[in-house]
């Protein structure tokens, strides 16, 4: 796997004595991989994140591994916060319209391997910036093959079983807030998290189909 570098200086120590335990996945929402990493090494912006990936499958690190890069921003994921001391970021060349490019998710998928091995990071630690930050951001959108991560151990597995009892906002909740989605924004907010990422394409009031996912 070759990494090219284009250091961003938009980063700074991971608090706390805190260590990468999730990796959040964005799109860029910009023209080009070179047009994102401009403004991600920009000190004006105050953004950054560790790698972008363009849409050929090209890797750019732009922070240390070992340094907090500024790319969550306001969330949280298991009920803890300062997300961005406790993950690596990898942005997407990509504005959320069209499908991912099959070069840029294999090489999605080979880094995602390495990190998790040199961090010893869970598949349930693999999320979506839209997971952490519901109603905030949508990233990485309907449009991301989060399936193809699961059948490879990269992400957590959704659930198959059946759900029992009558399905409310309250239950759904409850079941999202038990994987690790935040329990401080909306109902509608939520249900579009998940749904962005287990259930493309879903409409309408909550139901059976979006809470088994998270069963």
């Not at 840029?104 to 999320?127: C, K, N, P, S």
């Not at 994987?179 to 909550?206: F, I, K, Q, T, W």
Request: aromatic share 6%; hydrophobic share 40%.
């Amino acid at each position: 796997m070759q990494v090219a570098q284009h250091l961003s200086a938009n980063c700074g120590p991971r608090r706390d004595g805190l260590r990468p335990e999730l990796v959040v996945i964005h799109y860029t929402a910009m023209q080009t991989a070179a047009a994102a990493i401009a403004r991600l090494c920009d000190p004006a912006a105050e953004v950054s994140a560790h790698y972008v990936i363009s849409r050929h499958g090209a890797i750019t690190q732009l922070v240390d591994e070992s340094m907090r890069a500024w790319h969550a921003g306001a969330g949280s994921w298991g009920g803890r916060g300062d997300v961005n001391s406790r993950s690596i970021g990898i942005e997407l060349d990509h504005r959320g319209t069209h499908p991912f490019a099959a070069p840029q998710i294999d090489a999605l998928e080979e880094m995602l391997h390495a990190i998790m091995a040199r961090w010893d990071i869970a598949a349930e630690g693999i999320i979506g910036h839209s997971d952490m930050a519901p109603g905030r951001k949508s990233d990485p959108g309907p449009r991301f093959d989060w399936r193809r991560l699961e059948r490879q151990g990269l992400a957590r597995r959704r659930g198959q079983g059946a759900a029992t009892g009558t399905v409310t906002p309250e239950t759904f909740q409850a079941a999202a807030v038990a994987v690790g989605y935040p329990a401080d924004v909306s109902h509608e907010a939520l249900l579009e998290a998940v749904r962005h990422r287990y259930r493309p394409g879903g409409c309408g009031p909550v139901s059976t189909a979006d809470i088994i996912p998270l069963l």
